[in-house]
């Protein structure tokens, strides 16, 4: 009896090994499916299949289903920015033209003897032109960075020729305000995309120069570990504490130049260009006392 009964749990154990064996492989067969469905997920070559609830189980083919869900998505984005791709590329190519011509048309028309009321209401004309103009190249340039249509091109260099150009294209512009605009020199390299760090940087300095009704404006650059920090100070009109994180905004302005000529896309696509460089943007300011606005570049 003794021996049946050691018989029969000798059975039972096996039986159970066997079990416990065949889990094991089926689980281990599962996981590699699901392992094979993120690789194709991942690559772009998912494609889903007929399975065999008896072989496999449930949740394989509930992440096959999310899977080719997840795929078709992927596809729809691509296509969806193809699309828009072709619709800058049109309002871009479609509105360069007209826009050009009312520019010309109104340079003309100002070089006129013109009585004083017409000559005011060609002056504005011209500055709505130039309005329309920088808002839809702003809008295209924004929306080809959002799309990833347009990339950055970052490399390593050293950023005094670039801030010594943007600095001598706007003395001039200064000057006219009667301000002070001054650039110390460095020696210190950052990774950056130049072309694009000079646009985020000159809208940052048109604003310092617009919103500036006098005295001085500096830019300089100071290093860190990882960063190095371009600080653009003004001692213009300043900003509020409760609108400093209000002015990356899209189409923000401010109440207190609501006055002035603006669109409010400058600084947002400002922080858009610094961010898609691995870098960011601060601002420190006092209401009626200037500003500094602090760009950091990834060294």
């Known amino acids: 009896m003794n021996e049946i009964g050691w018989f029969f749990g000798l059975l039972c154990f096996l039986v ?43 949740l394989e083919t509930r992440f096959a289903h999310y899977f080719s869900s997840a795929t078709l998505s992927a596809q729809n984005v691509v296509q969806e920015k193809n699309r828009i791709q072709t619709l800058i590329s ?16 109104n340079e003309l028309l100002l ?6 009321s017409a000559k005011s209401y060609a002056n504005a004309l011209y500055q709505q032109s130039e309005k329309l103009r920088f808002l839809i190249d702003s809008l295209v340039k924004l929306s080809r960075l959002e799309n990833g249509i347009l990339t950055l091109s970052v490399q390593r260099g050293p950023l005094q020729p ?6 001598e294209q706007h003395t001039a512009k200064a000057n006219e305000k009667g301000l002070s605009l001054s650039l110390y020199d460095t020696n210190l390299s950052a990774t950056f ?7 985020a ?15 001085s404006i500096t830019i300089s650059v100071t290093s860190y570990e990882r960063f190095v920090r371009i600080d653009i100070k003004d001692s213009g009109i300043g900003i509020s504490e409760q609108e400093q994180a209000q002015i990356f905004s899209r189409f923000y302005r401010s109440k207190d130049v609501s006055d002035q000529e603006g669109v409010g896309i400058g600084l947002y696509l400002t922080r858009q260009i610094i961010s898609g460089e691995g870098g960011y943007i601060k601002v420190k300011s006092t209401h009626g006392q200037g500003s500094t606005l602090s760009v950091f570049l990834p060294k």
Do not use: C
């Open 16 to 58: 159970a090994a066997i079990v416990v064996l065949r889990n094991q492989i089926k689980t281990r067969k599962t996981i590699k499916k699901i392992e094979q469905m993120l690789d194709a997920a991942n690559n772009g070559t998912f494609k889903e299949t007929i399975f065999d609830e008896s072989e496999l189980s449930a």
């Open 90 to 105: 049109d309002i871009s190519h479609q509105t360069k033209t007209p826009i050009a011509n009312l520019l010309l048309y």
């Open 111 to 116: 070089e006129e003897d013109l009585s004083d």
């Open 162 to 167: 670039m801030l010594k150009n943007i600095t």
């Open 193 to 199: 995309d130049s072309k694009w760090t000079s646009e």
């Open 201 to 215: 940087l000159v809208n940052i300095l048109d604003n310092a120069i617009k919103y500036t009704p006098h005295g």
